[in-house]
Each structure stands twice: as structure tokens, then as C-alpha cells.
């Protein structure tokens, strides 16, 4: 066996005939049907001339289709390289510049827009099933399709960094990469082929590709494809699934609704949840109200997942777990040295999950990492007493007020239990005396009416002078990224004025 990723998903031909996709209103699909569409994609992708290691941008709605062409690019060697559906021609134009690819697959209603700032071959693929270029001309092609031989370095896939401090960075995935921490995950979450994987992510990112899809594929297990999260198509769904991946929205959501109860969801083997930071609050409630502990991890773009809390075992509310197994993890300060147990500082990772650079960033990479070989991941953390790890927040987060170092993780815990809160946001905001002003931005609940005095009076006597909210916002809502996570840059932006 080589180490293409396609060839260690395929092999053995066990369980072929089960269900693998199982998209709302269509025919489900196999394995063996899967493998052999992705057979016929690869013959189109190589028709058109890609050859191993060039890149294949693909901005599509996700469907079945959509997975059959990454396994075709996993099969041909190509560097499957997905993008946010969102991004407009502008954002898409500096994709294409960077990655330089040989082929971008698009939906057939934006064949015109990508001609105009595209160069290379432009195939479509629509959502449906049965429209696009990409689909006709596979009809044709035979299933059968020779693997391409390819080591562990070998990239898989490129996925590009949200590129909220500066220019995005496109994080290269080696096949390697991949199957080690699907291989890890099966084991660790306990995926069987009797599984049933609830699927309502995207697949434009890490989580809802390759911690999701490759599990499933490692393990046989079947996935029911939602195109999106949708609350009814959840409830619909639950009955026949097993496990279910999704960010913590998905469970705020689920807890807002009165159906959510233990008959609708003790069934359930696993919830899991992750790509943004679940309150405590949430975890208790869910537990609460299903019976079911949700099981929160910690991964990041350029490392897949390093820590799970255990399937057996304390799942700690607040902590995102132990590292997996292979999986190095440290707390270092500022020059990459270790910090005793205990102690806030730099999340470093090392192991064969971690990413082989940025693409045609080399200097880049070279300062992500220490010369031990450690991958800094950007998270501030602590580990407890049990070997629990705690993400603070992202060291760009750190608010220095006054010269004191401000976690706003800390701050954010003591808002979010007060009744009437939905969700805080701490941030350091331009101050002339102290540098930065902590200021916390709330989402109360419906028919709250909580005032700044209330939450600064509550947090009087729990915090040290230096971490009170200096000014304490109100908003409906927060800006959010496509996975969830509150895009805190953007609140800097909004408040940036505030202490002027």
C-alpha cells in the first residue's frame, strides 16, 4: 500500500456496499459507487492536463459531487484546494495568484465570473446531482482509475487561513498529515462502520472535510449529507444517526428549541464540538436537558485536531482535553521555553498531525515554528492538574491594560454565567492612559435588561481592578466567521473610537 490517502480509505474492500452519503431527497450512495465517481472525476481531471501536485480550486455548494472530487483529486495526486463559497471575484483573484491553479471547478451559474479572472481550465459542478461540465464529461469515463503513488509528505490538500491579521495563508495538508489524525480520531472517538454521522458542516474547512468526511471514510461509517444546518432537517435527521459534529451555534440553537429532550437525543453515541470556544453553560444545559455530555476538542488549520476530551472519562466543561495520542503538546513563554503546570502561555504542538508549512511562505514558516520542531499555534493556554487543556483566547486577543496582561477568556466566563447573558466578548480597545481599555461587548438574552452598571457591579468584587470592563456594549448579535467563531478584529474595528 502507498501512502495516498484514496488508497488507504479504499483498501480493504470491506463494507464497499454500505451506505456511505446519504443526502436529504436523493439516492443514497456507497462506497463502492463514491470510489468509482471519483474514478471518473480524476480521468476528467487528467484529461485536462493536471498532473501530480498541481492544484485544483474548487468553489462549490457542498453536495456528494463535491466529496467525489476530492477523492478523485486524493486518487490523481492532486492538491485539492476548497474555498469559502462566500468569496466574491475580488478575494478569488488572490487565491488564484497565490495557489496558481491548473483547473478551478465552480457552479455553473459562475462560469462567466471565473472566465474573466481565470486563465486555466474551468469546469462546473452544480449541487443537484446532474448539472455541470464536470458531470457531463465523467459520464463517459471509465471507474477504474490507477492511484497515483505518492508518499506521506506528499500534499493532499491546501486550505487558506482566514486572514484576519493580514493576507491569507494557504496551510499545506500532506497525505500523511490527513490519515494520521483520521486514523488517530477512529480510535479515540470510538467510529465503527455502524456508525451514522449527522453532517451539517461545511466543506470548505477542516472540520467539516477532514475531521468529519475522513473519519467516516476511515472507518467505513455512513454520513447523512445536510447541506447546511437547518433545525428541522436536525430533528428529522436524529433518529437515524449516531454521532453528530457541529459548532457550538448548532447546540445554542438545539437548546432554544423545546423538542430538544433526553427521548430525542439519549439514542445518540456521540455529540461533538468544536472550530470555536463552547461556554460552560452550554455544556451544562445540554447535559441537562439530553442526558448526553457533548465532547469539545481543540484543533486549528495547520495541525488537524490535537486534543479531544476522552469518550470515556471526565468531560470537562471549559477544557477542550488531553492530547491525542501521538500528539506533543506544551505551554511555553515568549522564547518557546516550558512553563510549569498551571501556568498562561503559547499552546505548542508538535506531531505528524502538524502541517508542512505555508504555501510560498517560507519565512513565514520558518517563524511558526521552534527549532525543536514545535508548531506555535497562536493559542494562550494553561494545562490543570488532571492534564486538562484550557484555551485563554488567541495571543491577539491579549489585552495589555496599564501594562497588565488581560485574558479575556477569564472575563468572559464571569459575564456569561450572569442571568440575562447570552454571550460576551472581551476586547482591548485604544485607551491614552492605559493603552488599551478592557471593554466587554454583550448579546443579552430576549427580554433582558441588563445595564453596563449591572455587569460592572457584578464583576466589582471578582476581578482584580485592572480586568473590569472599562465600558461594557450591547449588540444583537456578533460578527462570526463561516464556522462560528466571533470575529473579535471586526469589534475593534466597530468600538476602535470608543476611549478617543
Known sequence: MTDNLFTRFSSPALHRNRVFLAPPGRAPVTFAQAFDQAGRFAHVLTAHGAKKGDRVAVQVEKSAENIFLYLACLRAGLVYLPLNTGYTASELSYFIGDAEPAIFVCAPRDWNMLNGIFQGTVLTLGDDGASGSLLAEA????????????????????????????????AMLTHGNLWSNADVLRQAWRFTHDDVLLHALPIFHIHGLFVATNICLAARASIILLPKFDIEEIFRSLPAATVMMGVPTFYVRLLQDPRLNHERAGHMRLFVSGSAPLLAETHREWSARTGQAILERYGMTETNMNTSNPYDGARKPGSVGLPLPGTSLR???????????????????????????????????????RADGFFITGDLGMIDEDGYVHIVGRAKDLIISGGFNVYPKEIESLIDELPGVTESAVIGLPHKDFGEGVTAVVVLNKDAALTQAD????????????????????????????LGKVQKNLLRQTYKDLYA
Open 455 to 482: 455587569i460592572q457591579s457584578a464583576l466589582k468584587d471578582r476581578l482584580a481592578k485592572f480586568k473590569q470592563p472599562k465600558a461594557v456594549l450591547f449588540t444583537d448579535q456578533f460578527p462570526r466567521n463561516a
Open 331 to 369: 505551554i511555553a513563554d515568549d522564547e518557546g521555553k516550558p512553563l510549569p503546570q498551571g501556568e498562561i502561555g503559547m499552546i505548542e504542538v508538535k506531531g505528524p498531525n502538524v502541517f508542512a508549512g505555508y504555501w510560498r511562505m517560507p519565512e513565514k514558516t520558518a517563524a511558526e515554528f
Open 139 to 170: 459520464a463517459g469515463q471509465s471507474p477504474d482509475f490507477a492511484d497515483a503513488v505518492l508518499g506521506e509528505d506528499d500534499l493532499a490538500s491546501i486550505l487558506y487561513t482566514s486572514g484576519t491579521t493580514g493576507v491569507s495563508k494557504g
